[in-house]
């Protein structure tokens, strides 16, 4: 009877441990280095002020990298870019010494943060930034500072980050706009 039970136990916890109930933990995110590639510019992301981005996708621990937080929010977007995205983290800017210094393990994870667009700020390559933070006070306080909108990352606009340079971005009166009359 002993070898019968025992085969039960077994058993159960053998079907108890492929339960879809286990989660996958997320991988935690890497620190930046020189090492760090820009996926699409090829470009050390060091050598570029402002946010920075990686994503982890499936089980591969080395993460894509990106010049700019809109990268990484593009590459999400992107029909023919991978979909088997693991974890996805930007530089929490409320912890960042400065713009062109936004730390090596200052990361949120890109779906909880706030994110700043349309402000007056550059990213890595010089177009319009999604400016991410951790908190939500920290990123109104920037976009005071700044210019821009507080959005979540499900709200940033497609055409915001998959657009034009100028897209969302005032740059103050455009050329064809007469001088004010005295």
């Not at 492929?18 to 470009?43: F, K, L, N, R, W």
């Not at 996805?88 to 090596?104: H, I, R, T």
Request: hydrophobic share 40%; aromatic share 8%; charged share 20%.
């Amino acid at each position: 009877m002993r070898p019968i039970v025992a085969a039960a136990i077994a058993a159960v916890l053998t079907l108890a441990g492929c339960s879809d109930d286990d989660e996958t933990p997320m991988p935690t995110p890497v620190a930046m280095t020189e090492d760090a590639i820009g996926h699409y510019c090829g470009m050390n992301v060091l050598e570029h002020p402002g946010p920075k981005g990686q994503i982890m996708l499936g089980p591969n621990p080395e993460p894509v990298w990106f010049s700019s937080a809109r990268d990484l929010v593009a590459f999400t977007m992107l029909p023919e870019e991978a979909k088997n995205i693991s974890a996805l983290y930007v530089s929490d800017m409320a912890k960042a010494a400065s713009w062109e210094s936004p730390g090596a393990d200052n990361w949120v994870e890109a779906r909880q943060a706030f994110y700043v667009i349309g402000s007056s700020m550059r990213g890595g390559m010089g177009a319009p930034e999604t400016v991410p933070f951790s908190s939500e006070v920290a990123a109104a306080a920037f976009a005071d500072r700044n210019g821009g909108e507080v959005v979540r990352f499900a709200d940033i606009p497609p055409d915001y980050v998959l657009g034009t340079d100028d897209v969302a971005v005032d740059d103050g009166p455009s050329p064809q706009t007469s001088e004010p009359t005295h």
